[in-house]
């Protein structure tokens, strides 16, 4: 099959012959949201949502949003109907996108490009996702990025004949289905294993009386050396001859290390400050504080920074892995709520965690049970993470091909078919 050359924002794509190339503003028609008077507060309810950049791009979908509209709010807003996509077009989240599942409106951060008989509404989403990129880039550099309405129109879209771009988002939304079933299932894991740790964790049994060998504990108390603060340096570009910086913001909340934006320290102090198997630190400072991470060796080597402290127990009174979960624990956060907020800036200090008490079995032994039962839980849904992982970057491989049309979809069997 011939392919032919679009040029489309600053990049050259091969398309095939039989495909058409259109800019969005003559495709369909867009329309930016508006906000409704924030000064009647009638405006605004529970019934109808209302949406913002912070609302899109976690799910294709958009079932929920952090504001909502009352009939009236809604009555003189301007309404998206059911298949609209939504596209942020203002600030740093410039290119979030999601598809309105019913009748919905926005903010004017947002755009909003109306379904019609043109095209495939599923189809045009995922291409317009596949093309934020591209998009973004448009804003430039300047104070507040911003890709205006007419910009954005002027985009330049590909598509194949109505009944490809069926087969096409429906291979694409088969995906998404797989990914969401994959995470409701990681939810629902999580749960579970909430409330086991709740029963675990507490010193009461089912039936409300004291577990046989709990003592409460002070963590001064099962600590072997005194609490030690970060070190106080600027991160840099990761360099791999240098060592990587353990930052707050390098905390995922379920207390793992995330790589997304990895950094290195260059100090000569960094040497003081590596953590070790078994090394537990707490967030100091700010609204992430209480927020806790156990050193990996896997993670491999890490220098901590300054608005973390390491605490290291005294594995003869209490395993770090127990401690490491019973700082996700309600009880936990209860206290760090109420001993963070005494001042304007939320934080915990050294000598304050050593005052940290909490219900722990006595016998060691008791304790590795209770983290063997709590890690197997915690492996099984790091695995279903993973799963997610690999299905999204299936996902993105399979946007590249079918949205370029280097692999043709059978339109009745949704089957690949070699054109190339």
Known sequence: MELREVKKVSKVYMFPEDWMTMRLCDLADIVTGSTPPTHDLSNYGDEFLFASPADLGSSKYIDETEKKLSAKGFKYSRKFPKGSILFTCIGSTIGKSGMARFAITSNQ?????????????????????????????????????????????????????????????????????????????????????????????????????????????????????????????????????????????????????????????????SSFFYLQKGDIVFARTGASVGKTYLYRISDGPLVFAGFLIRIQCDPMILLSEYLFYYTHSKPYYDWITANSMRSGQPGVNGNEYQELRFWMPHDVEEQLSTVKGLQGMSDEIDHLGLKVAKLSEMKQGMMQSLLTGKIRIHQQTHEPATTI
């Open 109 to 269: 951060q947002i755009n909003a490009v109306l379904p019609n008989k043109n095209y495939n509404s599923d189809f045009l989403f995922y291409s317009l996702s596949y093309l934020s990129p591209s998009i973004k880039a448009l804003a430039g550099e300047q104070a507040v990025p911003l890709i205006n309405k007419t910009q954005f129109g002027l985009t330049w879209v590909t598509l194949p004949t109505l009944p490809e771009q069926a087969a096409i988002a429906t291979a694409l939304s088969d995906m998404d289905a797989l990914i969401a079933q994959t995470e409701t299932l990681i939810a629902k894991k999580k749960a579970i294993k909430q409330g086991v740790m709740q029963r675990l964790l507490s010193p009461v049994d089912a039936d409300g009386k004291m577990k046989e060998g709990w003592v409460e504990r002070r963590l001064g108390d099962c600590m072997s050396t005194s609490p030690q603060y970060g070190l106080n340096a600027s991160a840099t570009a990761f360099d791999q001859s240098l060592p990587a910086y353990l930052r707050i913001t390098d905390i995922t909340e379920d207390g793992k290390y995330s790589t997304k934006n990895i950094a290195s320290v260059n100090s000569p102090l």
